[in-house]
């Protein structure tokens, strides 16, 4: 450790635990980003987070908090000291009548819905994964897919937040407002969140129905319907096939039934594709053929298949990420939606440019499947967070252009994708998500 940092660490009460290690190594859940900080520190309660601020700040260090790394960018990488609050991750009340919640902001959502079904109480929303920390999915902006609701910070009422001072503030939307709307979408530059109230709802279970439709049926349906049937909805597109899996589900009472297991929904299908994604890094033309095979066999080959079930909410909402990835999520209007749809799927199947209008060479240049398509709607969200990088006059469509990395390896059509794919989203009034795989966007842009 350094001198300075021995030096000034001796000067604190001894009796605060410095919980900290010098030989951590550090990727996000992609591995696409690592760094190697030069203090790793798991502090407990909120007296060692302060030992930590004031020890920092004399050592003039930077200080970056820590969950699962499951952000797709560098956000949680420093060569400065991490903090990861994994062991501080208590819930400290439950109102049950009023539905209140107030936990340390390390809890992960997994464990967060155990305790909350304890209470026979639940998170309103999820996003794909529960991986997350509650302060990380709260800081990134996190959301479902929804014109019913919003960003997952949405249900916070009140935080407290350690500062650079090592003072801690508390904040709501009607104490420090402004300090509250910044903490909202924070990307962790703004303090330590410390401490969380947030809103629960009564523990409920979905019934969800899954069912594979052309894209024409898609954009026919975009706005009769597609996106308010249920309560949630999820898209799923396959570029080369022109069709896309739509998922819906609604809150039941109905007894519970697991989804239709087939041969190929489990370890066979999930390593096959990982293998034909492998051989396709080398002939990226069987991507179309590789779509069709995998999507067929695991959804069927004709439009208009079903899979349904019944399942707890708070492990029904969620979706298996597969493997390694690049996500390039934007968020534009929902009306958008059709053109986008229409003009990137001219681009990536070959049509003319007048069809996509995308200036960029499509030329032998394949893609991943699916494009991810998903909704919410912040409109009626007060206060509205300062970073919220969704509509703020109606739902919000996002699109998100994946790419999986076979075996940790980059595809070869990023770089060319991902230019056109962001070229078209700015076009559209796109934004992009803060804490994802964006990279053709200079600063004018990202904060326009």
């Given at each position: 450790?350094?001198?300075?940092?021995?030096?000034?660490?001796?000067?604190?009460?001894?009796?605060?635990?410095?919980?900290a290690?010098?030989?951590?190594?550090?990727?996000?859940?992609?591995?696409t980003?690592?760094s190697?900080p030069?203090l790793?520190?798991?502090?407990?309660?909120?007296?060692?987070?302060?030992?930590?601020?004031?020890?920092?700040?004399?050592?003039?260090?930077?200080?970056?908090?820590v969950?699962?790394?499951?952000?797709?960018?560098?956000?949680?990488?420093?060569?400065?000291w991490?903090?990861?609050?994994?062991?501080?991750?208590?819930?400290?009340?439950v109102?049950?009548?009023?539905?209140?919640?107030?936990?340390?902001?390390?809890?992960?959502?997994?464990?967060?819905?155990?305790?909350?079904?304890?209470?026979r109480?639940?998170?309103?929303?999820?996003?794909?994964?529960?991986?997350?920390?509650?302060?990380?999915?709260?800081?990134?902006?996190?959301?479902?897919?929804?014109?019913?609701?919003?960003?997952l910070?949405?249900?916070?009422?009140?935080l407290?937040?350690?500062?650079a001072n090592g003072?801690?503030?508390?904040?709501?939307?009607k104490?420090?407002?402004?300090?509250?709307?910044?903490?909202?979408?924070?990307?962790?530059?703004?303090?330590?969140?410390?401490e969380?109230t947030?809103?629960?709802?009564?523990a409920?279970?979905?019934?969800?129905?899954?069912?594979l439709?052309?894209?024409?049926?898609?954009?026919?349906?975009?706005s009769?319907?597609?996106?308010?049937?249920?309560?949630?909805?999820?898209?799923?597109?396959?570029?080369?096939?022109?069709?896309?899996?739509?998922?819906?589900?609604?809150?039941?009472?109905?007894?519970?039934?697991?989804?239709?297991?087939?041969?190929?929904?489990?370890?066979?299908?999930?390593?096959?594709?990982?293998?034909?994604?492998?051989?396709?890094?080398?002939?990226?033309s069987?991507?179309?053929?590789?779509?069709?095979?995998?999507?067929?066999?695991?959804?069927?080959?004709t439009?208009g298949?079903?899979?349904?079930?019944?399942?707890?909410?708070?492990?029904?909402l969620?979706?298996?990420?597969l493997?390694?990835?690049?996500?390039?999520?934007?968020?534009l209007?929902?009306?958008?939606?059709?053109?986008?749809i229409?003009?990137?799927?001219?681009w990536?199947?070959?049509?003319?440019?007048?069809?996509?209008?995308?200036?960029?060479?499509?030329?032998?240049?394949?893609?991943?499947?699916?494009i991810?398509?998903?909704?919410s709607?912040?409109?009626?969200?007060?206060?509205?967070?300062?970073?919220?990088?969704?509509?703020?006059?109606g739902p919000?469509?996002?699109?998100?252009?994946?790419?999986?990395r076979?075996?940790?390896r980059?595809?070869p059509?990023r770089?060319?994708?991902?230019?056109?794919?962001?070229?078209?989203?700015?076009?559209l009034?796109g934004?992009p998500?803060?804490?994802?795989?964006?990279?053709?966007?200079?600063?004018?842009e990202?904060?326009?």
């Amino acid at each position: 450790m350094d001198d300075l940092i021995v030096r000034e660490l001796s000067k604190l009460d001894p009796t605060v635990p410095f919980r900290a290690s010098t030989t951590h190594g550090h990727h996000t859940w992609a591995r696409t980003f690592h760094s190697r900080p030069e203090l790793y520190i798991r502090p407990q309660s909120v007296t060692e987070i302060e030992k930590v601020i004031t020890l920092a700040r004399r050592c003039r260090r930077r200080v970056v908090t820590v969950g699962c790394g499951h952000s797709p960018s560098d956000l949680t990488c420093t060569s400065s000291w991490m903090m990861n609050l994994d062991q501080f991750n208590r819930i400290l009340s439950v109102d049950r009548e009023h539905m209140i919640v107030v936990m340390e902001a390390g809890i992960r959502l997994h464990d967060l819905g155990l305790e909350l079904k304890t209470h026979r109480l639940a998170m309103p929303n999820l996003g794909s994964i529960d991986n997350q920390a509650i302060a990380g999915a709260i800081g990134t902006a996190t959301h479902g897919s929804s014109t019913q609701h919003g960003l997952l910070s949405q249900s916070v009422l009140g935080l407290k937040i350690m500062l650079a001072n090592g003072r801690t503030v508390s904040c709501s939307a009607k104490q420090n407002k402004e300090l509250f709307r910044a903490a909202l979408v924070s990307l962790g530059a703004l303090g330590i969140i410390t401490e969380i109230t947030y809103q629960a709802v009564p523990a409920f279970d979905i019934e969800w129905h899954q069912s594979l439709h052309s894209l024409d049926e898609i954009i026919d349906e975009w706005s009769k319907g597609l996106w308010t049937t249920a309560e949630f909805t999820r898209v799923w597109w396959m570029p080369y096939m022109k069709k896309a899996i739509v998922w819906r589900a609604d809150k039941t009472l109905k007894p519970r039934r697991p989804p239709k297991q087939t041969w190929y929904g489990g370890l066979i299908g999930y390593h096959a594709y990982h293998i034909l994604l492998y051989i396709a890094q080398w002939i990226p033309s069987l991507l179309p053929s590789i779509e069709k095979f995998v999507i067929g066999v695991q959804y069927g080959f004709t439009s208009g298949t079903v899979n349904t079930a019944v399942e707890e909410g708070h492990t029904g909402l969620l979706m298996n990420c597969l493997y390694s990835q690049f996500v390039n999520e934007w968020a534009l209007p929902l009306s958008n939606g059709p053109e986008a749809i229409s003009r990137l799927s001219a681009w990536l199947n070959g049509e003319t440019q007048s069809s996509s209008g995308i200036p960029f060479d499509n030329k032998n240049l394949y893609v991943h499947a699916p494009i991810e398509v998903r909704v919410s709607d912040t409109s009626t969200t007060i206060p509205r967070p300062y970073l919220d990088n969704t509509m703020p006059d109606g739902p919000t469509l996002y699109l998100n252009a994946t790419l999986y990395r076979p075996y940790n390896r980059d595809p070869p059509c990023r770089e060319r994708y991902y230019e056109a794919f962001e070229w078209l989203m700015g076009d559209l009034g796109g934004r992009p998500h803060w804490a994802k795989n964006f990279q053709n966007v200079s600063s004018v842009e990202f904060w326009d």
